[in-house]
């Protein structure tokens, strides 16, 4: 067949299918094709016992499982192949795949030809997980069925069927699931920034953002594509946009949502209505005014009003996420705040720029490939002390040698780490801020595992929060 064909849900049955990664968003992709009559396969490099794997239930609902290693063999008979965003292109499995002709697409790509509602979705290099919960919010203030979806947590394949068409389902995007993409077409879709990230996956920077570009790729005019204000290189992507075009930032704003020095504005026509001051906005900083801008221009991207007196209120209580500038508690008077999600210098330099005094930054982990020395003037202005961990240690304590900032090494003892900021923060009278800016991979299962180790040694002392 080819990948065209599929777009009817019925068109599936029968179809012989193997699902490339068998973690979250494979499972789920692998369910969601068996119900509707596909002859799937599921495999993985990793055994059960390590993916936490129900065999049982998977085979009950009519999967296949081939467990402990990708094989040529499990490729044969295949029409399709669905893959995982954590298998890189230059996977020998994937390459076998295009050899033999069989098509590859994402468990996005899938997942979107199975939705009654529109979608929303969301990429970029930071931020993208605030701004799809903050739309939900918004969209729920409206009284619409919402689910939120995609890197943010449950894959799209668990809640696509789920939404009817009145609703909405908000999609948190990365580049990796954009790499397999052929008809994904949100009616509402922003790019929110770019910064160099994946670029061990990417050859270049521009490569990296024409894959984020590809967000945009089906749109037409009847929607609406959400860029920021002020970043060349992302205007010359999207330059030949076929969507309505909205913006955000803090400039001047003709359609979309100005962030002024007191107020959030809708610029229509550049005409501006304040929509309510920064001040009562329920997350603050300067990226959070960005991440709410965002999430106002695509919920006029879906017809709502961003007006709408309901909106304005649920703007006033959004909920933020774990582990993003997430205050974790208090103990002796010293906050602690988890910034876990800060797995590159962009994220870090998003935390340094929130706080408007000294602060003891807990920083380090498996590094990205670069950022790390343009962050050194404002390591100087925003941190009293370095608490140096992981892998990332000596490279940040060379990167920051010229800010004048005392350094303290923790090693791989998380725990003494930890410890020895609070015991620091005490003296300085500063917060603790765990924001790593690198990956957690030498230390923990992921950035998750990292925040919530954090927490619960600071609820272990008696924070609360």
């Not at 107020?263 to 709410?292: K, T």
């Not at 649920?314 to 500038?325: E, I």
Request: net charge negative; aromatic share 4%.
């Amino acid at each position: 067949m080819t990948t065209r064909d599929a777009t009817d849900t019925e068109s599936w049955r029968g179809r012989r299918v193997v699902v490339l990664g068998m973690a979250r968003s494979g499972r789920a992709v692998a369910r969601l094709l068996a119900r509707h009559g596909a002859r799937v396969r599921g495999t993985d490099e990793k055994d059960a016992l390590a993916l936490g794997l129900d065999t049982g239930l998977l085979t009950a609902e009519g999967v296949e499982l081939r467990l402990g290693g990708f094989r040529p063999e499990d490729l044969a008979g295949m029409e399709l192949a669905v893959t995982s965003p954590g298998i890189p292109k230059t996977a020998p499995v994937l390459e076998l795949a295009l050899r033999l002709g069989i098509p590859v697409l994402s468990e996005l790509e899938v997942a979107a030809r199975f939705a009654r509602a529109p979608m929303a979705a969301v990429t970029g290099t930071n931020g993208k997980s605030t701004t799809v919960t903050v739309l939900g919010q918004l969209v729920e203030a409206l009284g619409k069925p919402a689910a939120v979806v995609g890197n943010v947590g449950r894959a799209l394949s668990e809640e696509v069927e789920s939404v009817p068409a009145e609703g909405v389902l908000v999609v948190e995007v990365s580049s990796y699931q954009l790499e397999d993409v052929e008809t994904f077409h949100p009616r509402s879709a922003a790019l929110l920034n770019l910064a160099p990230d994946h670029l061990d996956r990417y050859d270049s920077l521009d490569h990296y953002l024409a894959t984020k570009v590809r967000i945009f790729a089906r749109q037409g005019r009847v929607d609406t594509a959400v860029l920021p204000l002020g970043d060349a290189r992302i205007d010359a992507a999207a330059s030949d946009l076929s969507a309505r075009l909205l913006r955000f930032g803090r400039g001047e704003v003709v359609d979309g949502v100005r962030i002024g020095d007191a107020n959030l504005c809708w610029c229509e026509r550049g005409s501006r209505h304040p929509i309510l001051p920064l001040a009562e906005l329920s997350l603050q900083g300067p990226h959070n005014h960005e991440n709410f801008a965002a999430a106002l221009c695509l919920l006029a991207g879906l017809g709502l009003d961003p007006l709408e007196p309901r909106v304005v209120e649920a703007l006033r209580r959004a909920r933020g996420l774990p582990h993003r500038l997430e205050p974790v508690g208090e103990v002796e008077g010293v906050s602690f705040v988890n910034d876990s999600k800060a797995t590159n210098p962009d994220s870090l330099g998003v935390a340094l720029r929130a706080f408007p005094g000294p602060i003891v930054l807990i920083a380090g982990g498996r590094p990205k490939q670069s950022g790390y020395h343009e962050l050194a003037p404002l390591v100087a202005a925003s941190v009293a002390l370095v608490v140096l961990i992981g892998e990332a240690a000596p490279l940040l304590e060379e990167a920051w040698a010229d800010a004048g900032v005392p350094f303290h090494h923790g090693g791989t003892d998380f725990e003494a780490a930890v410890r020895g900021a609070w015991e620091a923060a005490k003296r300085l009278g500063a917060p603790v801020v765990l924001s790593p800016g690198c990956a957690s991979f030498d230390m923990f299962r992921d950035y998750e595992d990292r925040g919530d180790r954090f927490r619960a040694l600071v609820r272990s002392w008696g924070g609360k929060g």
